[in-house]
């Protein structure tokens, strides 16, 4: 499997609080990506970075920070929570684009009360 | 709406059948693949196809691809229960990077 962590697993947080999720890789991918998965929706693109610094938006993007300050490290912030944020959250990392896979970490699932 | 179109969203099949789906998308792409996910995991990569590929195969599986009707397709010889999961697609834009997957279809598999 590729070596890939994501942290917390499980976070419940009230609505109005800052929330970071971190992924973690070990293998050095430039490519990383933020999913949440929401039933109905499929996984939806928030952000993704394709080099230390360089990131850019996804599909739903907005309430939703990221930062990567170094190539293993990519950190998903929500400025304030709200409840239609509850959701799992996926990370995932591929090496160059259009030429390989994916892959994921196993998800943190996020509550927002 | 997503990039990514799939049906059906659902599909309930016996063992020994063949399941397929499909996956229909608007914007040019640089590849498309497919993935798997069991239930509470994350998604596995089973295939990728580039667009200037018609058909590709692996194992049980055979994907298609056809850039003029925007649509790719999920065939799943002699299923067996263990087949059961979600499958999604996902599109690679070309935009520096971005992957946009697909709503997904839910498989069932019945022994």
């Known amino acids: 499997d590729a070596g890939i962590t994501q942290s917390p697993r499980h976070k419940v947080t009230e609505t109005g609080t800052p929330v970071t999720l971190r992924c973690h890789q070990t293998e050095n991918h430039r490519y990383m990506y933020w999913y949440r998965q929401d039933p109905g929706h499929g996984l939806r693109l928030i952000h993704y970075s394709y080099g230390v610094k360089d990131t850019d938006k996804g599909e739903v993007s907005d309430g939703y920070s990221v930062s990567r300050s170094k190539t293993e490290d990519f950190l998903l912030t929500l400025e304030s929570a709200t409840s239609s944020q509850t959701s799992v959250y996926f990370c995932?990392?591929?090496?160059?684009?259009?030429?390989?896979?994916?892959?994921f970490g196993q998800g943190t699932r996020l509550t927002v009360v | 709406s997503q990039q990514g179109e799939e049906d059906p969203q659902a599909l309930s099949i016996q063992e020994g059948e063949n399941a397929t789906m499909n996956c229909s998308y608007k914007t040019s792409i640089n590849n498309l693949q497919w993935y798997r996910q069991n239930s509470g995991r994350g998604l596995v990569h089973l295939i990728l196809?580039?667009?200037?590929?018609r058909e590709k195969h692996s194992g049980r599986l055979r994907v298609t691809l056809d850039t003029s009707k925007k649509s790719s397709s999920l065939l799943i010889t002699a299923s067996r229960a263990a087949d059961t999961a979600s499958y999604f697609c996902?599109?690679?834009?070309?935009?520096?990077?971005?992957?946009?997957f697909g709503q997904g279809t839910e498989l069932s598999v019945k022994p």
């Open positions: 995932a990392i591929s090496t160059e684009t259009g030429e390989t896979e994916a892959f």
């Open positions: 196809i580039r667009s200037n590929e």
């Open positions: 996902a599109t690679d834009l070309n935009q520096g990077g971005k992957l946009i």
